[in-house]
């Protein structure tokens, strides 16, 4: 756990400041922006940077991944910068559920990967790249991007503890568990053969 080093009420605000930034939902408004559908009514239904992929624009799926990873890793800077430890791991946690569960949306958000990665990056870059390099390798060898985040979750936890960041062990535990559930569908997939695989539109 890390030192409480801000007042409750300080924390309750970055709370809420972080999950405002993480429902962001960027898919959906760059889906948008740039005539591509409703991303509701394509391939998964998702609103993230793999299904974006499947509308065939790769520089709005680009724009998607590093746009959910920025919001996450802005989350979390600007709370340790501003209100220290305790606050950037409320950030980090925050963020993701503010992904996953969007309020503009109804709550029916995307499925977390790009902004953990972003999270992760900002927060502990070691264990960022550790987790990027997991999920870059996962997706290579099956071209299926859902096997890349339960590898890039896997990781992070191992990391956080042998990089010399134990203090935020709670913060990857809770995020590689939110990862598992938001892909409990795509894990039955994966088991059942019936994946998609990255690049397969529709």
């Not at 559908?37 to 799926?61: F, M, P, Q």
């Not at 340790?80 to 993701?96: H, K, P, R, T």
């Not at 997706?139 to 985040?149: E, F, K, N, Y």
Request: charged share 10%; proline share 3%; net charge positive.
């Amino acid at each position: 756990m890390p030192p409480i080093d801000s007042s409750p009420t300080v924390l309750i605000l970055w709370a809420v400041l972080a999950y405002l930034m993480g429902s962001i939902p960027f898919g959906m408004v760059l889906a948008q922006v740039m005539n591509l559908g409703n991303l509701r009514e394509i391939g998964s239904g998702n609103i993230g940077a793999t299904n974006v992929l499947r509308t065939g624009n790769k520089t709005a799926a680009a724009l998607t991944l590093l746009l959910d990873a920025a919001k996450g890793a802005v989350a979390v800077l600007l709370a340790q910068l501003f209100a220290g430890e305790a606050a950037a791991q409320i950030a980090a946690f925050s963020a993701m559920i503010g992904h996953c569960f969007p309020v503009w949306l109804k709550f029916k958000g995307g499925k977390g990967v790009a902004t953990f990665l972003g999270i992760m990056l900002a927060y502990a870059w070691p264990v960022g790249i550790g987790c990027c390099i997991a999920w870059l390798i996962s997706v290579a060898l099956t071209r299926i991007s859902s096997m890349g985040a339960v590898a890039a979750a896997s990781a992070s936890t191992i990391l956080l503890v042998f990089l010399g960041y134990g203090h935020a062990l709670l913060l990857g535990i809770l995020l590689t568990i939110l990862l598992y559930v938001r892909h409990h569908e795509n894990i039955r997939r994966i088991k059942a053969g019936t994946e998609p695989k990255i690049g397969n539109k529709g």
